[in-house]
């Protein structure tokens, strides 16, 4: 099992709070990820970064932001948040491996997040 | 378009049947593709993982088979438990590194019953 850790699991706030999603991995990952999943949908990228102070935006235009200021924790921030943001938020991390096995994304549990 | 479409959306079993689910894609260029199992509530974990060589992949009871010529995929899952209950995700990437981008599909979701 892999050692990537999300907090908190489930969170339920009201509209215009800001709130921050924790994401930390213990296995030395340079590589971490921010996936938005919906019910019965697929997995999105919305925001990924390869190393401490860089961040990247994903395929999935989102309001959130994210820092990485250690390695191991890569945090979402949400300043504002809307009934729209109400969704699934998955962390993942990869390593430097060499081959296609070391590109495997490792997942955390997730956040569910709901918005009134 | 790059795509990944898999079927069935949802499928039911009984406990100790074989069951297979099917995965089509239109990603191009094509570096490897995974299956990974999602529990309800938890982040996928890998299942396999077959690049553009291989045509069959085991772990346990699941089996993977590639056509790259096709651009299918399959997971078969044999003698089935209750705790195969979860959503199957195929996942496509273009570039066998970090570069590589994953392209997703929806998941089948399985149900095995008693």
């Known amino acids: 099992e892999a050692d990537i850790y999300q907090t908190p699991r489930y969170l339920v706030i009201g509209t215009g709070k800001k709130i921050t999603l924790e994401c930390s991995q213990t296995m030395g990952h340079d590589k971490m990820y921010w996936y938005q999943q919906d019910p019965g949908m697929e997995l999105h990228l919305i925001h990924y970064?390869?190393?401490?102070?860089?961040?990247e935006k994903g395929d999935l235009s989102s309001e959130s932001t994210v820092s990485r200021i250690r390695t191991e924790h890569f945090p979402l921030t949400l300043e504002s948040a809307r009934p729209s943001h109400t969704s699934q938020y998955l962390c993942?991390?990869?390593?430097?491996?060499?081959?296609?096995?070391?590109?495997?994304?490792?997942f955390g549990p997730g956040t569910r997040l709901t918005v009134l | 378009k790059n795509q990944v479409e898999q079927s069935p959306q949802s499928l039911i079993i009984l406990e100790g049947k074989n069951c297979t689910l099917q995965c089509n894609y239109t990603v191009s260029p094509f570096s490897n593709l995974r299956w990974y199992k999602q529990d309800t509530g938890r982040g996928p974990v890998s299942l396999t993982i077959m690049t553009f060589s291989e045509n069959t992949k085991s772990n346990g009871r699941y089996t993977a088979t590639l056509d790259a010529d096709t651009k299918q995929s399959s997971l078969h899952i044999t003698a089935s438990q209750l705790s195969d209950s979860a959503s199957y995700i195929c996942v496509v990437s273009d570039r066998g590194s970090t570069l590589g981008r994953l392209y997703f599909g929806r998941g089948t979701q399985l149900t095995v019953w008693p």
């Open positions: 970064s390869y190393g401490v102070n860089s961040t």
């Open positions: 993942a991390s990869s390593g430097d491996g060499t081959g296609v096995m070391g590109y495997t994304q490792y």
